[in-house]
T-cell receptor, first 114, second 118 residues
Framework: EAGVVQSPRYKIIEKKQPVAFWCNPI?????LYWYRQNLGQGPELLIR????????DSQLPKDRFSAERLKGVDSTLKIQPAELGDSAVYLC????????????FGPGTRLTVT | AQKITQTQPGMFVQEKEAVTLDCTYD???????LFWYKQPSSGEMIFLIY??????QNATEGRYSLNFQKARKSANLVISASQLGDSAMYFC???????????????FGTGTRLTIIP
C-alpha cells in the first residue's frame, strides 16, 4: 500500500513569493491533516479535512495561507505571500474515518524562505 | 488547553540496552489518548504506540512499551534491546478526546533525539 505522498520535498523561495504544497493521502482515507513543524519543535496542526470539508482551520493563518481538497482526495496548501517565519517543514497526514486514532504521515516539504 | 513536556532534548544509548524516553502531559479532561511517534531523518512521522486514558494495561507493541502512570500524568516510552535503526527523533503527543469526534487535534511535545551507539 502506498503511503502519503507529498511534493515537492524541498522548496527554496524568496520572501513575498507564493508557494504551494501538494499531498495525496493513502487511498480510502477520508481525513486529511496539514501540520507545520518548526525547527526543534513538534508538528502543529494547521487544518483538518473530513472528505472535502475543512472541519478545523482555527490554526491556519488565513491572511496568507489557504488550502483546498476539492474532490475529497488530494489537497493543496498555499502560502501567498511567504514570509521568513514560514520556513518550516509542512507535513501532511491522513487517517481512515473519524474513529481512527492512527495518523499516517508523509515525508513533508521543507520550505526555506530567504 | 493541553500540553506535552519532553525534558530530554537528546539521549545517547549503547546498542542492545533498554532506553526510557520521558513524557509528561497536562490536561483537565478525563478522556484522552497518548501517542508516541518516531521521526527518522527522512522526515515522516511513524506511529509507534497508543495508550487510552481508560486503558488499565500499559500498551505494548513489539519492542515498544508505554509506561503509563495516570496519577503522575506521565507516559514514558520504553524501547527494549535498542538497535542502530532506533536512532531518530521521538515525539510524544496527546489527543483530547482520544477519537476523532470533534475539534480534536494532536498536541505534540518538542521531541527527544535518540542516538544509539554501536
Amino acid at each position: 500500500e502506498a503511503g502519503v505522498v507529498q511534493s515537492p520535498r524541498y522548496k527554496i523561495i524568496e520572501k513575498k513569493q507564493p508557494v504551494a504544497f501538494w499531498c495525496n493521502p493513502i487511498s480510502g482515507h477520508n481525513t486529511l491533516y496539514w501540520y507545520r513543524q518548526n525547527l526543534g519543535q513538534g508538528p502543529e496542526l494547521l487544518i483538518r479535512y473530513e472528505n472535502e470539508e475543512a472541519v478545523d482551520d482555527s490554526q491556519l493563518p488565513k491572511d496568507r495561507f489557504s488550502a483546498e481538497r476539492l474532490k475529497g482526495v488530494d489537497s493543496t496548501l498555499k502560502i501567498q505571500p511567504a514570509e521568513l517565519g514560514d520556513s518550516a517543514v509542512y507535513l501532511c497526514a491522513s487517517s481512515f474515518l473519524r474513529s481512527s486514532y492512527e495518523q499516517y504521515f508523509g515525508p513533508g516539504t521543507r520550505l526555506t524562505v530567504t | 488547553a493541553q500540553k506535552i513536556t519532553q525534558t530530554q532534548p537528546g539521549m545517547f544509548v549503547q546498542e542492545k540496552e533498554a532506553v526510557t524516553l520521558d513524557c509528561t502531559y497536562d490536561t483537565s479532561d478525563q478522556s484522552y489518548g497518548l501517542f508516541w511517534y518516531k521521526q527518522p531523518s527522512s522526515g515522516e512521522m511513524i506511529f509507534l504506540i497508543y495508550q487510552g486514558s481508560y486503558d488499565e494495561q500499559n500498551a505494548t507493541e513489539g519492542r515498544y512499551s508505554l509506561n503509563f502512570q495516570k496519577a503522575r500524568k506521565s507516559a514514558n516510552l520504553v524501547i527494549s534491546a535498542s538497535q542502530l535503526g532506533d536512532s531518530a527523533m521521538y515525539f510524544c503527543a496527546m489527543r483530547v478526546p482520544p477519537f476523532a469526534f470533534g475539534n480534536e487535534k494532536l498536541t505534540f511535545g518538542t521531541g527527544t533525539r535518540l542516538t544509539i551507539i554501536p
